[in-house]
């Protein structure tokens, strides 16, 4: 089953204990994206990454760091959570062919204390 | 990426055909209009995609007039289980690099 995986799902910590929540998809996607949704503020991209040892920065990156090492994987880490990165993490790939469609993973929700 | 503009809310009822409409004036020549469907606590999740006139799939349709200015979403015979946020994004077919997802349509379906 094509699928984006995402562990763990919840998670509560402690503000600067680093973190690293990981995502996983099975579709041989180049493309790859963390978002963030906060109430009335919809689904804002953290990172994203268009191959392998290729990432940029989205609409919000401040606080947080990704890796792309294999075509598969694109963990996102949090060196030092804050509480407002309490938050709910989506992570989603894609072909980048047409139809440009976005498969998004469970999500994890974080709260940092 | 052009803007887009969607009511924030509508009320439904089971049975309904329900319009949702997206404007998004400054749409470029190559742009595409997607519209993702996103329950509570789940990630988005395309339901169509269209670049002119009329597109329809097993979920939905989408209408989009000939100055591409805004698309409407239609969900024939909604149910409970339509309850939903709606996404309108719109964009070339590379511009995932930064999608940007606005608040949404948050489509209430009363019995």
């Known amino acids: 089953e094509a699928q984006v995986t995402q562990n763990p799902r919840y998670l509560i910590t402690v503000t600067g204990k680093k973190l690293t929540v990981t995502c996983s998809q099975n579709?041989?996607?180049?493309?790859m994206s963390w978002y963030r949704q906060d109430p009335g503020l919809g689904l804002r991209q953290i990172y994203y990454?268009?191959?392998?040892?290729?990432?940029d920065k989205g609409d919000v990156p401040e606080g947080y760091k990704v890796s792309r090492k294999e075509k598969r994987n694109f963990p996102l880490i949090l060196e030092s959570p804050s509480p407002n990165q309490t938050s709910l993490y989506f992570c989603?790939?894609?072909?980048?062919?047409?139809?440009?469609?976005?498969?998004f993973g469970p999500g994890t929700r974080l709260t940092v204390l | 990426l052009a803007k887009t503009t969607q009511p924030i809310s509508m009320d439904s009822y089971e049975g309904q055909e329900v319009n949702i409409t997206c404007s998004h004036n400054?749409?470029?020549?190559?742009?595409?209009i997607t519209w993702y469907q996103q329950f509570p606590s789940q990630g988005p999740r395309f339901i169509i995609q269209?670049?002119?006139t009329k597109v329809t799939n097993e979920v939905a349709s989408l209408f989009i007039p000939a100055d591409r200015k805004s698309s409407t979403l239609s969900l024939p015979r909604v149910s409970l289980s339509d309850t939903a946020v709606y996404y309108c994004?719109?964009?070339?077919?590379?511009?995932?690099?930064?999608?940007?997802f606005g608040p949404g349509t948050r489509l209430s379906v009363l019995p």
């Open positions: 994004l719109v964009g070339d077919r590379n511009y995932g690099q930064n999608f940007v």
């Open positions: 989603a790939s894609r072909t980048g062919l047409a139809p440009d469609t976005q498969y």
């Open positions: 579709m041989n996607h180049e493309y």
């Open positions: 400054n749409i470029a020549t190559n742009d595409y």
């Open positions: 990454s268009m191959n392998v040892e290729v990432t």
């Open positions: 269209g670049y002119k």
